[in-house]
C-alpha cells in the first residue's frame, strides 16, 4: 500500500492522513500489506514528520523531492497557486506483486477515499 499527501506537515496530512494509516498500521500488517507513504519533500522534511507523528517501525516514508513518482504515475498537481509548487496529488495505490489492484484518487481538497479506514473497508480480497 502507497499512499501519498500533497506535503508532509500540512494540515490535513499531519491531522489526518498519516494518522490513519499510523492507526490502522496493525491492520495491513495482519494482511500482509505493506505500508508506505510518499509526499513531494526532502528526506529530512520526510524524516522529521515521521519522528513528530510517531510513525511504527515498518511504514516507511518516501521522498519524491522532485516529483518524478506524482509524475511518472500522473498524479502530479499544481499547487503554484497557494506557494508549494508541483505537488502529489492525494491517493492510496494498492499493489500486489508489482500489479495495481486498486487506486484511490482523490479530488483536489477532498479527504475520504484514501484515508487508511475506507481503504480498508475497499481493498479487493
Known amino acids: 500500500m502507497l499512499f501519498a499527501v500533497p506535503g ?3 494540515p490535513t496530512c499531519s491531522a489526518k492522513h498519516l494518522p490513519g494509516y499510523v492507526e490502522h ?3 495491513f500488517r495482519k494482511r500482509g500489506i505493506e505500508v508506505l507513504c510518499t509526499a513531494v519533500n526532502d528526506p529530512f522534511v520526510m524524516q522529521a514528520w515521521g519522528r513528530s507523528q510517531l510513525i511504527p517501525d515498518g511504514l516507511h516514508l518516501l521522498p519524491d523531492g522532485n516529483a518524478e513518482l506524482a509524475r511518472a504515475l500522473g498524479l502530479e498537481i499544481d499547487a503554484s497557486g497557494s506557494g508549494m509548487g508541483l505537488r502529489s496529488r492525494r491517493y492510496a495505490l494498492y499493489a500486489d506483486d508489482a500489479v495495481v489492484k486498486a487506486l484511490f484518487v482523490e ?3 477532498e479527504f475520504k477515499v484514501s484515508a487508511a479506514d475506507y ?3 475497499h481493498l479487493p480480497d
Do not use: S
Request: hydrophobic content about 40%.
Open 8 to 10: 508532509a506537515f500540512t
Open 25 to 27: 498500521f496493525e491492520q
Open 107 to 109: 479530488e483536489p481538497g
Open 119 to 121: 481503504v480498508l473497508q
